[in-house]
């Protein structure tokens, strides 16, 4: 059911389900989204049919509707389809993990690339698959990780995560020393562990599975719910701690489950696809800029992040190099931008 809630000096409406779930939304909000689902169903079309190896679009319909052998079994069940899946759910992670990080901390630096957490959750993931073989799975060792490093900022910004200018300085320095212990577990790894190992750390989607989708699926089915559930809580704590207190928002424990969840979130997709770079910072802003509406933006940001990632595997799939490059790399040099924007953008405004 939906029903209006009070957001400033305007009534949005919300839905409703059962007495503990709750999400506003806005008309433009849901008809951005359905855009943003029509152009992830186009982006995953060409993936499927473009190219040397892609499926004869006449023919893809078909083959989705059945179980084809051939050129349209492998294409569909090794080659592009688990890494499409992979994509589209690894993209809408990062896109949930950021505009929690950016409300909690209300900054737009605020993102898993900049204060650590990937790096973190990138070490621990190289930690268990190559120094521990065998003794802690890959996605526990993005998880503690990431724990490690968020405790770490925790600790460092003496203040918790009430500070967002001091979060995002320590964070910084975390990320370096994630990115330090790696280098030294590439050195410690031979040649070819070593290799595979540099292409995961740039954040790849290249010979995924239908287990590597499974994995990141059922995160984001448990771990979106829980997003939603704090969202009308993040509403209030974008108007400041005070007010969100006095409203009954619980700032602090908030901002504590909020962070949690992120981590969980940035886990799972680190595990699957090693580091992405820059969704998780870029999906938010534009999926506001996109809505126009206050709030965290979490159904929106999850479509923005999933377009983001899927468009940008297509491009590095179906891109003229003589090398196959990991994802990474190109949301990194496009990301690597916006994110110097950002910096003198919130420079000249003192925030920094």
């Known amino acids: 059911m939906t029903a209006p809630v009070a957001s400033g000096s305007h009534h949005r409406p919300v839905v409703r389900v059962g007495d503990a779930l709750s999400i506003p939304y806005s008309r433009r909000g849901v008809v951005v989204f359905a855009v943003l689902v029509l152009v992830i169903a186009a982006v995953a079309v060409i993936t499927l049919t473009a190219g040397r190896l892609g499926i004869e679009l006449p023919n893809l319909l078909p083959a989705l509707l059945s179980d084809p052998g051939g050129k349209e079994g492998f294409v569909l069940g090794r080659l592009r389809g688990p890494r499409l899946a992979v994509a589209v759910a690894t993209g809408a992670t990062l896109g949930v993990a950021g505009t929690l990080f950016q409300t909690v901390t209300r900054n737009p630096l605020g993102s898993p690339d900049v204060i650590g957490l990937g790096a973190g959750a990138a070490a621990g993931a190289a930690a268990a698959g190559l120094l521990w073989p065998g003794v802690i799975p890959i996605p526990a060792g993005a998880l503690l990780g990431a724990s490690i490093a968020m405790a770490a900022v925790w600790l460092g910004t003496g203040r918790g995560f009430s500070s967002p200018s001091r979060f995002i300085i320590v964070g910084i320095g975390v990320s370096a020393m994630g990115y330090a212990f790696t280098q030294y577990v590439i050195a410690r790894s031979g040649r070819e562990q070593a290799t595979v190992l540099a292409s995961y750390l740039n954040g790849t989607l290249a010979s995924r599975s239908w287990g590597d989708a499974a994995v990141i699926w059922a995160a984001l089915a448990v771990l979106l719910p829980a997003a939603l559930l704090l969202g009308r809580r993040l ?118």
């Not at 996109?290 to 983001?308: D, E, P, Y």
């Open 235 to 352: 509403l209030l704590i974008e108007m400041g701690d005070e007010t969100a207190d006095a409203l009954g928002g619980r700032s602090g424990r908030t901002r504590l489950l909020s962070i949690a969840v992120a981590v969980c979130l940035s886990a799972a997709a680190v595990s699957v696809a090693g580091p992405v770079a820059f969704v998780a910072l870029t999906a938010p802003q534009i999926a506001r800029r996109l809505g126009r509406m206050a709030g965290a933006g979490i159904v929106l940001s999850a479509a923005t992040g999933a377009l983001l990632l899927a468009t940008a595997d297509l491009l590095v799939q179906q891109a003229p190099f003589d090398v196959h490059l990991p994802v990474g790399i190109l949301t990194a040099a496009v990301g690597g931008v916006y994110l110097g924007y950002l910096l003198i953008r919130e420079w000249k405004k003192g925030t920094i």
